[in-house]
């Protein structure tokens, strides 16, 4: 079975307002969200790359940002020739446009975008669309059908729901900065957004099973996502624990409390790599390996429990045997005994390495501002219906023209609203 994604270098038509145009989808595209259309309304990280992903897939994507207030994604992290890059990545297979959603103007020509949409995304704190006149009862009036999903810190609800919200607070909340880091250390936050895109990928599952229950029902619905929730999922059974047991996970490190050896270990070369053994089979592997087999009849050797109890012990063992051979002999040695390695990687290595070159993991698009740029594929190959980078994030408000023509908005109209301030 041959299986795909890929990436379209089609070239750009220019537009009237001088500014090219994105390429449409070939007419034969098979993107299985082709014909989806959503607004996205958001800022920052979790929900614009929500919409990020439902747009490699095929959906018709809008970026609705303020005249004068761009998405400050695109300010975030380096620049090239005053062209930030992250925005890129985040606002790739989106048109832009730009409206004033607090004017009354604004309001008027989002629920006519919305009457056309199948999806909003919108992470406003809780109330700010309804000041506007723009809240559920509004925009499910101008379309029935419509999926709101709403991003916020803590939730629709609740003693917090007012906070402002950001993923490190939700790093910090959900759990996962306690049992992060060294046991002596400080509770350690990740350097990148992770709360954020776990937030993406659990809004773009939840639009989609949003949007199945409207084959049912025939109705649109609210898609409440609070934040510090996927995180809380992902750190796995510690409420179940701690309910059951009155177990609280400690910080331990890069060991695990669950199985051992399981650390990064500095190499001959002075590089690093990473061993996990949560398979009791690897672990045997691994002490064989490093020339300890004396490991494997001790009664608690049997468990990965047992094992994380003597995690001292095994990193000497295996720490040991890595500290004395070069990065690349320790990987071929483990692979060559079937036991789970992997070298620590910075963006360099991930650049050259032959196995993400095999997946096109990281892939080039054509973009019109700074030319051939690579950044990261869409999230995974489907054999039938693949994904596509049709375009690299746009510029402020590169679309407004057309996309407000596409609803109906005449070029008066639309000269009367950047008059106004309302388009840019």
């Known amino acids: 079975m041959n299986e795909t994604r890929s990436h379209a270098t089609t ?37 614009p790359l929500a919409a990020t992903m439902l747009g490699d897939f095929g959906a018709e994507v809008v970026k609705v940002e303020h005249p004068r207030k761009p998405d400050p994604s695109r300010g975030h992290g380096p620049s090239k020739d005053g062209v930030g890059l992250w925005w890129k990545l985040l606002g790739r297979n989106k048109r832009t446009v730009t409206l004033d959603l607090s004017s009354p103007q604004g309001r008027e020509v989002l629920l006519k975008l919305a009457a056309d949409a199948d999806v909003v995304i919108e992470n406003f704190r809780p109330g700010t669309l309804e000041r506007w006149g723009l809240g559920w009862e509004a925009l499910s009036e101008a379309n029935p059908r419509l999926v709101l999903a709403r991003v916020t810190g803590f939730g629709q609800r609740g003693p917090y729901a007012q906070r402002p919200g950001f993923g490190t607070l939700a790093e910090a909340m959900s759990g996962f900065a306690a049992v992060t880091g060294e046991p002596d250390g400080p509770p350690t936050l990740p350097p990148f ?30 898609v409440d996502m609070a934040i510090i929730e996927p995180m809380l999922t992902v750190l796995g059974p510690q409420p179940l624990w701690y309910d059951q047991l009155g177990y609280v996970q400690p910080r331990t490190g890069n060991r695990s409390a669950n199985n051992a050896p399981r650390n ?3 190499t001959a070369d002075g590089r690093w790599v990473a061993v996990s053994t949560s398979a009791q089979s690897v672990a045997e592997r691994v002490l064989r390996l490093v020339g300890r087999p004396e490991f494997l009849q001790e009664p608690w050797f049997a468990t990965g429990a047992g094992r994380a109890e003597h995690a001292a012990e095994l990193d000497e063992a295996v720490g040991g045997w890595i500290a004395r051979h070069s990065r690349d002999e320790v990987v071929s040695a483990f692979e060559q005994a079937q036991a789970a390695v992997a070298p620590v990687y910075d963006v360099r290595d991930v650049m050259a390495d032959p196995q993400y070159r095999a997946l096109d993991s990281v892939t080039s698009v054509e973009d019109d501002e700074l030319g051939t740029l690579r950044m990261q594929n869409v999230l995974f190959r489907l054999s039938e219906t693949p994904g596509a980078i049709r375009w ?12 407000l023509g596409g609803v109906g908005l005449s070029e008066e109209e639309i000269a009367a609203l950047r008059e106004a301030g309302v388009v840019r």
């Open 11 to 47: 070239s750009h038509e220019p537009a009237e307002s001088g500014t090219p145009s994105p390429p449409a989808p070939s007419p034969g595209a098979a993107a299985p969200l082709r014909g989806l259309r959503v607004l996205d309304l958001a800022t920052l990280f979790a929900g």
């Open 193 to 222: 957004g992770l709360a954020d895109s776990i937030a993406a990928l659990s809004t773009a599952y939840a639009v989609m099973t949003a949007l199945a229950g409207r084959a049912h029902t025939g109705r649109g619905q609210v």
């Open 264 to 266: 990064t270990y500095r």
């Open 392 to 403: 690299a994030g746009r510029r402020h408000g590169a679309d407004t023209d057309a996309v």
